[in-house]
């Protein structure tokens, strides 16, 4: 690693922290112009890529990790990170080969006829070798980097005081961004990694999914007895990258029917409960020279459970069915809402979304009507879950696969037979309802009147009105409340010039100054937590 001191570790990220908590917070005080927020965005997010390359280990997976929590973050420090690489240079040779020999608890020879000292793959955590059983089978080797776990802990010390600090003091409405809930997310996912006894169990149960699929899909397969937690041997697997254009094209299938069998792969493990690949970048997605879909690197998944597909298929059948309440009370139990005092806002907010008629309007009007929904979507306390931050990763990073492999070809054109099918395979559950009124109706807008069309600009404007009212009055709240910290600053500052100086009114003026101000400060923060707690229509 780049950095390997604890101390220093430790330094560089609080330093870079403060800084940027630091800057945000005198902008808001001079109250800059939405440009200028833009380019302080753009240099936090460049700086805070140089800090993650110099640092690497953990750091890099929560840049990922961050990257794509978009309903979080500014786009412009987004646009900084989204495509970081979590390469890095390998480990001596010398300490590969003592960590396989200490989880093992023999020496190479015994297990392996042989194995590469150059590694073929080298990320934060792990690291990938080419080697040859003793029964002359090859394998590909997965070795946990060493040293990783002290580096991590470290880490994670140093955001749980980055997360306290942010919890407290970032001048960002509590439940708006649940801090905690960020933090437990990004442990649980980097801690998933850490165990390759998990990765393990993953391919064996998409082994086992896709059984019955074994013509279109290949998953390496695992040998048990040599995993480990920190070790992972699986079989060597050879394919074709996407990005390969050449090879792609020797295949025996045309691009559109291989852009099926991708889509086929992986909508049912988007639709249904069970684990989804979280991961799916070209890198990890390969075809076989027989035009299999090779699926890699299942160390980073998502699941979907029972309770959540069933909330899902609830959440649509409720939006067809215009049962709004139904629908928020779906949203509060796939846990996008934290709680539900915002639910008549959320229910006006959900039926003006889905009484708009794209086709009417122009592209230009698309776009205003995109910011301001953004805008007023931001004004309420909606965080998404992990687990489908990953499952829209994995979406999107499909999609950017699919386009790659056939740039020419409508993609919901492309899905739509393969969506179909997977449909009407669904026996009496309550995705053949969707199936049943698909089928019935074939314009999703036609389901809402024209009366409801012409009436949706008002009720829309009515809305956007009251939630920049209830803005308002919690950027006075919060305003006030800064004042009182700066005066409780400025007031410790002069109690404590008064002591050095032994000048008694001074400590005095000061000391009730704090004290005040401090008062102040309490009571903004409980009219803060009230207007969180009571924030309805009526207000």
Same mark, same amino acid.
């Not at 989880?103 to 070798?129: K, N, P, T």
């Given at each position: 690693?780049?950095?390997?001191?604890?101390?220093?570790?430790?330094?560089?990220?609080?330093?870079?922290?403060?800084?940027?908590?630091?800057?945000?917070?005198? =902008?808001?005080?001079?109250?800059?112009?939405?440009?200028?927020?833009?380019?302080?965005?753009?240099?936090?997010?460049?700086?805070?890529?140089?800090?993650?390359?110099? $640092?690497?280990?953990?750091?890099?997976?929560?840049?990922?990790?961050?990257?794509?929590?978009?309903?979080?973050?500014?786009?412009?420090?987004?646009?900084?990170?989204?495509?970081?690489? @979590?390469?890095?240079?390998?480990?001596?040779? @010398?300490?590969?080969?003592?960590? +396989?020999?200490?989880?093992?608890?023999?020496?190479?020879?015994?297990?392996?006829?042989?194995? @590469?000292?150059?590694?073929?793959?080298?990320?934060?955590?792990?690291?990938? =070798?080419?080697?040859?059983?003793?029964?002359?089978?090859?394998?590909?080797?997965?070795?946990?980097?060493?040293?990783?776990?002290?580096?991590?802990?470290?880490?994670?010390?140093?955001?749980?005081?980055?997360?306290?600090?942010? *919890?407290?003091?970032?001048?960002?409405?509590?439940?708006?961004?649940?801090?905690?809930?960020?933090?437990?997310?990004?442990?649980?996912?980097?801690?998933?990694?850490? *165990?390759?006894?998990?990765?393990?169990?993953? %391919?064996?149960?998409?082994?086992?999914?896709?059984?019955?699929?074994?013509?279109?899909?290949?998953?390496?397969?695992?040998?048990?007895?040599?995993?480990?937690?920190?070790? $992972?041997?699986?079989?060597?697997?050879?394919?074709?990258?996407?990005?390969?254009?050449?090879?792609?094209?020797?295949?025996?299938?045309?691009?559109?029917?291989?852009?099926?069998?991708?889509?086929?792969?992986?909508?049912?493990?988007?639709?249904?409960?069970?684990?989804?690949?979280?991961?799916?970048?070209?890198?990890?997605?390969?075809?076989?020279?027989?035009?299999?879909?090779?699926? %890699? *690197?299942? /160390?980073?998944? /998502?699941?979907?459970?029972?309770?959540?597909?069933?909330?899902?298929?609830?959440?649509?059948?409720?939006? +067809?069915?215009?049962?709004?309440?139904?629908?928020?009370?779906?949203?509060?139990?796939?846990?996008?809402?934290?709680?539900?005092?915002?639910?008549?806002?959320?229910?006006?907010?959900?039926?003006?979304?889905?009484?708009?008629?794209?086709?009417?309007?122009?592209?230009?009007?698309? +776009?205003?009507?995109?910011?301001?929904?953004?805008?007023?979507?931001?004004?309420?306390?909606?965080?998404?879950?992990?687990?489908?931050?990953?499952?829209?990763?994995?979406?999107?990073?499909?999609? /950017?696969? +699919?386009?790659?492999?056939?740039?020419?070809?409508?993609?919901?054109?492309?899905?739509?037979?393969?969506?179909?099918?997977? $449909?009407?395979?669904?026996?009496?559950?309550?995705?053949?309802?969707?199936?049943?009124?698909?089928?019935?109706?074939?314009?999703?807008?036609?389901?809402?009147?024209?009366?409801?069309?012409?009436?949706?600009?008002?009720?829309?404007?009515?809305?956007?009105?009251?939630?920049?009212?209830?803005?308002?009055?919690?950027?006075?709240?919060?305003?006030?409340?800064?004042?009182?910290?700066? %005066?409780?600053?400025?007031?410790?500052?002069? !109690?404590?010039?008064?002591?050095?100086?032994?000048? @008694?009114?001074?400590?005095?003026?000061?000391?009730?100054?704090?004290?005040?101000?401090? !008062? /102040? =400060?309490?009571?903004?923060?409980?009219? $803060?937590?009230?207007?969180?707690?009571?924030?309805?229509?009526?207000?």
């Amino acid at each position: 690693m780049a950095v390997k001191s604890k101390w220093k570790r430790i330094y560089k990220v609080l330093t870079l922290f403060f800084s940027i908590f630091l800057k945000i917070y005198w =902008y808001k005080l001079r109250k800059k112009s939405d440009s200028e927020w833009e380019k302080l965005w753009l240099e936090i997010g460049k700086k805070f890529r140089k800090t993650l390359f110099e $640092l690497e280990g953990l750091l890099i997976k929560i840049g990922q990790i961050l990257s794509i929590r978009s309903d979080l973050l500014p786009h412009a420090f987004i646009s900084q990170i989204q495509d970081l690489t @979590d390469k890095v240079p390998p480990s001596n040779w @010398d300490e590969i080969k003592k960590q +396989l020999e200490n989880e093992w608890g023999e020496s190479l020879d015994y297990h392996l006829q042989s194995i @590469d000292q150059h590694s073929i793959a080298s990320a934060s955590i792990g690291e990938v =070798y080419k080697g040859v059983l003793k029964n002359g089978t090859t394998v590909a080797i997965k070795v946990q980097r060493p040293h990783i776990q002290s580096i991590i802990q470290t880490d994670f010390r140093t955001l749980r005081i980055i997360i306290w600090f942010a *919890d407290h003091f970032v001048p960002v409405p509590k439940g708006f961004i649940q801090f905690n809930v960020l933090f437990k997310e990004l442990k649980q996912v980097i801690e998933q990694e850490l *165990d390759f006894q998990l990765e393990m169990k993953s %391919l064996i149960y998409f082994k086992e999914r896709y059984k019955s699929s074994s013509d279109i899909v290949q998953i390496p397969s695992v040998y048990k007895d040599l995993c480990t937690s920190k070790i $992972l041997v699986m079989e060597w697997v050879e394919g074709i990258r996407l990005s390969d254009e050449h090879q792609i094209n020797q295949l025996p299938f045309s691009r559109e029917e291989l852009a099926k069998r991708l889509i086929s792969v992986f909508l049912p493990q988007w639709l249904e409960p069970g684990l989804f690949h979280a991961d799916p970048h070209p890198g990890n997605i390969l075809f076989s020279p027989e035009g299999k879909v090779i699926m %890699l *690197d299942l /160390g980073m998944v /998502g699941e979907i459970s029972k309770k959540d597909a069933t909330n899902f298929q609830t959440l649509i059948g409720s939006v +067809l069915a215009k049962d709004y309440t139904k629908a928020v009370e779906c949203l509060y139990h796939l846990e996008f809402l934290h709680s539900q005092d915002n639910s008549r806002t959320m229910e006006k907010l959900m039926a003006e979304l889905v009484s708009f008629d794209p086709s009417q309007l122009m592209e230009a009007d698309l +776009l205003k009507l995109k910011l301001e929904m953004n805008d007023l979507i931001q004004a309420l306390p909606i965080q998404v879950p992990t687990r489908f931050v990953f499952l829209g990763r994995a979406v999107v990073t499909i999609e /950017g696969n +699919l386009r790659n492999l056939v740039p020419d070809q409508e993609l919901l054109e492309l899905g739509k037979p393969v969506f179909m099918k997977w $449909l009407q395979s669904q026996g009496s559950n309550k995705w053949s309802f969707l199936w049943q009124w698909a089928k019935s109706q074939p314009l999703f807008h036609i389901i809402h009147s024209v009366t409801d069309f012409l009436q949706a600009p008002k009720k829309y404007e009515m809305v956007k009105e009251t939630e920049q009212r209830r803005l308002f009055q919690f950027t006075i709240i919060e305003n006030n409340k800064k004042r009182c910290f700066q %005066l409780v600053l400025i007031g410790l500052i002069g !109690v404590g010039y008064s002591i050095v100086s032994s000048q @008694d009114l001074l400590w005095q003026l000061s000391g009730g100054l704090t004290i005040l101000s401090a !008062v /102040g =400060y309490g009571i903004c923060g409980i009219r $803060l937590k009230k207007w969180m707690k009571y924030m309805q229509e009526g207000r």
